[in-house]
């Protein structure tokens, strides 16, 4: 499946209507195509189990690797190489994808919260993630590297539906 497929895919649908491209990779998350993932949930939009057409898709992610997806996802505590794997220009929102530009994309007024870190039951470092738009750009780098460039970017299925 190609990205824009996969961005279009912005509703709740079940998985089995994407076709038979999806590769299963770990509890609930299928490989879409090169980069691109699904997660899924076993309920559908009524909150209820045992529908024939599950699971259903709630969200599509870009990601450089499997790795990062486990390390966000599982709480892999193992490093993952970020380097040599570009996001595609339509997903940047006019940035080279690198923190400190997605960092002043964000809005500055209202009270949302739009940049947070996420850490293990351990008290490890996970991730930090920046917010745009419903948009979530994931960083493994626990130090403020102005240059690193985003790992994964997430695209909820579930706020988008109608």
């Given at each position: 499946?190609e990205?824009n497929?996969?961005?279009?895919?912005r509703?709740?649908?079940?998985l089995?209507?994407?076709?038979?491209?999806?590769?299963?990779?770990?509890?609930?998350?299928?490989?879409?195509?090169?980069?691109?993932?699904?997660?899924?949930?076993?309920?559908?939009?009524?909150?209820?189990?045992?529908?024939?057409?599950?699971?259903f898709?709630?969200?599509?992610?870009?990601?450089?690797?499997?790795?990062?997806?486990?390390?966000?996802f599982?709480?892999?505590?193992?490093?993952?190489?970020?380097?040599?794997?570009?996001?595609?220009?339509?997903?940047?929102?006019?940035?080279?994808?690198?923190?400190?530009?997605l960092l002043?994309?964000?809005p500055?007024?209202?009270?949302r919260?739009?940049?947070?870190?996420?850490?293990?039951?351990?008290?490890?470092?996970?991730?930090?993630?920046?917010?745009i738009?419903?948009?979530?750009?994931?960083?493994?780098?626990?130090?403020?590297?102005v240059?690193?460039?985003?790992?994964?970017?997430?695209?909820?299925?579930?706020?988008?539906?109608?």
């Amino acid at each position: 499946m190609e990205l824009n497929e996969a961005l279009c895919l912005r509703r709740w649908m079940p998985l089995s209507q994407i076709g038979k491209t999806a590769e299963p990779v770990f509890q609930g998350f299928f490989r879409l195509g090169a980069n691109i993932y699904a997660r899924t949930q076993v309920y559908n939009k009524n909150l209820e189990l045992n529908d024939p057409l599950a699971p259903f898709l709630t969200a599509v992610y870009w990601a450089t690797s499997l790795a990062a997806l486990k390390r966000a996802f599982l709480n892999d505590e193992s490093p993952v190489d970020t380097f040599g794997v570009m996001p595609p220009k339509e997903l940047l929102i006019g940035t080279s994808g690198l923190y400190s530009e997605l960092l002043a994309q964000i809005p500055k007024s209202g009270n949302r919260i739009y940049e947070r870190a996420e850490y293990s039951n351990k008290g490890l470092f996970q991730f930090k993630e920046l917010n745009i738009d419903g948009v979530k750009y994931l960083f493994f780098n626990n130090k403020n590297n102005v240059n690193e460039c985003v790992s994964i970017i997430e695209f909820s299925l579930i706020t988008s539906q109608k």
